[in-house]
């Protein structure tokens, strides 16, 4: 959790993600030396980050001996003197993490090594989960990951947030990576938990920040309530048990209603730029259908799907013909969901992404082909990487049995 914010003070200082990401690694690796036998201290974060001030001042000396080597590799000396590293690293990390996703997706870098590069640095994702979140093989992300980080270093791309122009060229790479960080953080990709909620409460305080420094650009003010949106149903995605619940069966009860009220306040804003809804917007107002409907019964699918239908025009992707099917399938019945989803079995990018299944898996169910049904959620099983949301796919497979 404290990596990303490790990583963005000290690209401050270095002027190299590749470096920083090292020296945050080192002071990781330190931690994890020394902690199982002192204890974990009462504030981990200021421990690591004066580790990680040790550590830059340490190579700030190792650069005046061994300058040399360095200019050989293309890295130039560093700017500040050890008492600025100290004077920076011990001052407050303010807009650090924004100005590092900046620096990452600057346009020298291809569109697919920049939110791989970003989703890695400051999401603290494996290069597994960026290729799930992809759809692509795991070889691939870390491909570009590493020639990203090379490129930066060569490039000697300023460590800032640019203004004007530069400003909206990046923008939309930006969104995306905060938009796929909050997405890893409201579903984990691996592992024993559903959800991330410090990842998605810096992707939203990310949003927040940039709504603040654009507010004509009617994208940002879309994905922030679309984030808003989505995190007012996190405390009822998970049971007790820790156990994941379908947006079907949750207590809207425990939706937070200030949330929200932000959402819509954010989707209305918008709106109000008085150009036609982009993706994030258009996903949240569909969103912003399940927040107002009181039930699962009131849910206005008909509305929802034709939200979808217009979201695959400027969005096209397997993933969202996937979503519009289960609209469908709720608005007009399973049989018509059923037969848009298996349209989508051949299509190479879903060929191992789980839901698919679960959503033929579902559909099957509803129309009492439970043998069919029981086959599908158990191939979602076996490919999902997230404990939670197997447990919930096999315990799916075993009502059809009792069907």
């Known amino acids: 959790m404290e990596s990303p914010r490790l990583i963005a003070a000290l690209a401050r200082i270095v002027r190299d993600v590749g470096i920083a990401e090292d020296l945050a690694q080192d002071a990781l690796v330190i931690a994890l030396e020394k902690w199982p036998a002192t204890g974990i201290p009462d504030n981990p974060g200021a421990w690591l980050m004066t580790s990680a001030k040790r550590r830059a001042i340490d190579l700030l000396r190792r650069n005046k001996r061994y300058q040399e080597k360095l200019e050989e590799v293309g890295r130039s000396s560093l700017p500040y ?10 001052g407050e990390i303010g807009d650090d993490l924004l100005r590092l996703i900046f620096t990452t997706c600057h346009p020298v870098l291809s569109q697919e090594a920049r939110v791989a590069l970003t989703l890695r640095l400051l999401g603290g994702l494996t290069t597994d989960e960026i290729a799930h979140a992809f759809l692509v093989p795991e070889p691939t992300i870390a491909q570009r990951i590493v020639r990203a980080k090379r490129t930066l270093s060569q490039k000697q791309i300023p460590f800032e947030t640019p203004v004007g122009e530069a400003f909206k060229e990046r923008l939309p790479t930006v969104l995306e990576v905060i938009y796929l960080m909050f997405n890893e953080g409201y579903t984990a990709t691996a592992g024993q938990h559903l959800i991330r909620p410090l990842l998605c409460q810096e992707a939203l305080r990310l949003g927040r920040i940039l709504a603040a420094m654009s507010p004509a650009e009617a994208e940002v003010h879309g994905l922030v309530a679309l984030m808003e949106l989505q995190s007012s149903r996190m405390r009822a995605r998970v049971n007790r048990n820790g156990e994941l619940v379908r947006l079907m069966d949750q207590n809207r009860a425990d939706w937070d209603p200030l949330l929200i009220r932000r959402g819509l306040a954010a989707l ?26 009181r039930s699962e019964a009131e849910t206005d699918w008909v509305r929802i799907a034709a939200l979808y239908e217009a979201l695959s025009r400027v969005l096209p992707s397997p993933v969202v013909e996937l979503n519009r099917a289960v609209a469908i399938g709720k608005a007009f019945g399973p049989e018509f969901g059923l037969q848009l989803a298996d349209m989508l079995v051949e299509v190479p990018a879903l060929q191992h992404y789980h839901l698919l299944p679960s959503v033929q898996g579902d559909f099957l169910f509803q129309l009492g082909r439970y043998e069919e049904a029981q086959a599908a959620f158990e191939r979602a099983a076996a490919m999902t990487g997230n404990e939670r949301e197997r447990d919930l796919l096999r315990k799916r497979a075993g009502e059809c049995n009792q069907s």
């Open 81 to 90: 003197t050890e008492q600025d590293v100290d004077r920076l690293l011990d």
């Open 268 to 293: 209305e804003r918008a709106r109000a730029q008085g150009r036609p809804l982009g993706p994030y917007a258009l996903q949240a107002a569909i969103s912003a259908c399940h927040a107002e409907a």
